[in-house]
């Protein structure tokens, strides 16, 4: 099982945690990191042998961080990284053949038991959550011509890909784009509504397997938390993850400098949106 996680290496501390929190709980894993290719070094030192290294700069179809920071939207050139690293979960699946499927898991989340990502039928399973952000559902509307039936969100630290099913959704994406530059590009370019983050790759993927392919994935729950910090301390005891794992099947280590988490939040407020 091909598992896939965009890191920097400033949050390497955490992601050395959840690598080692996949390969003892899911014993087929093989973790893959997306990261600079000047900090592989660093990764190798940290995780092992065991641990595939792809740069960033040649994963997604005619985009790189740098170019993508100077495209002018706003909190850019500091918010395009947490666009990029969503494109480079979705890029991972031109390693993959069409009836491959990948784990996205983010690299600061640490999994605490082990869990289950396809029914016995090989269903996916949706892991559904109670997060709801507008502009996430304005965006997948101009990308697909079809706002989500269903006010649910997908927002959940993971989600299991079904390569095909995803090189479709670039496709159809693409087709929105008469100027040719990519998936990626045509995101960017459809991005609706107000603030710092407009679009999420969790949200449009399993929008889109809802309404197209309704009949091959399953909604579930799963007990999960954000505040790992909080709960157990950095870094966390043995005996603290053994704690967190009888109430959570995996619990997210936001530092105050993710991506996705403190960067994101630390812009809005800068902005007075909050």
């Not at 050395?16 to 929190?21: I, K, N, P």
């Not at 002018?72 to 979705?90: I, N, S, T």
């Not at 999420?200 to 954000?226: F, K």
Request: charged residues 20%.
């Amino acid at each position: 099982m091909k598992v896939v996680s965009p890191c920097i290496v400033r949050d390497l501390p955490v992601y050395r945690l959840a690598y080692e929190s996949l390969t003892r709980n899911l014993p087929e894993a093989a973790p893959h990191v997306i990261t600079r290719r000047g900090d592989f070094g660093q990764f190798r030192n940290a995780c092992g042998s065991g641990l595939t290294l792809l740069d960033e700069d040649g994963m997604v179809p005619g985009m790189t961080l740098a170019e993508l920071r100077k495209h002018p939207l706003p909190f850019f050139p500091v918010g395009a990284g947490w666009y990029f690293q969503q494109f480079l979960k979705w890029a991972f699946a031109d390693t993959c053949a069409a009836d491959e499927g990948y784990l996205i898991w983010d690299a600061d989340t640490i999994l605490l038991r082990p869990l289950e990502f396809r029914d016995a039928e090989g269903r996916t399973l949706l892991t559904t959550s109670a997060e709801f952000h507008q502009p996430y559902f304005e965006t997948f509307e101009a990308l697909f011509g079809k706002r989500p039936a269903e006010r649910i969100s997908f927002i959940s630290q993971h989600q299991w890909i079904e390569a095909g099913t995803l090189k479709e959704l670039l496709g159809e994406i693409e087709s929105r784009n008469p100027l040719g530059n990519g998936w990626a590009w045509t995101v960017i370019d459809h991005l609706r509504g107000k603030g710092t983050n407009l679009f999420s790759e969790y949200e449009t993927y399993g929008h889109y397997c809802r309404l197209r392919h309704p009949g091959r994935c399953v909604l579930r729950t799963a007990p999960w938390t954000r505040a790992g910090r909080q709960l157990a301390g950095f870094p966390p005891t043995p005996a603290k993850l053994q704690d967190l794992a009888e109430q959570y099947a995996f619990a997210s280590f936001e530092s105050n400098r993710s991506i996705r988490g403190h960067c994101v939040h630390w812009l809005r407020k800068l902005s007075g949106w909050y």
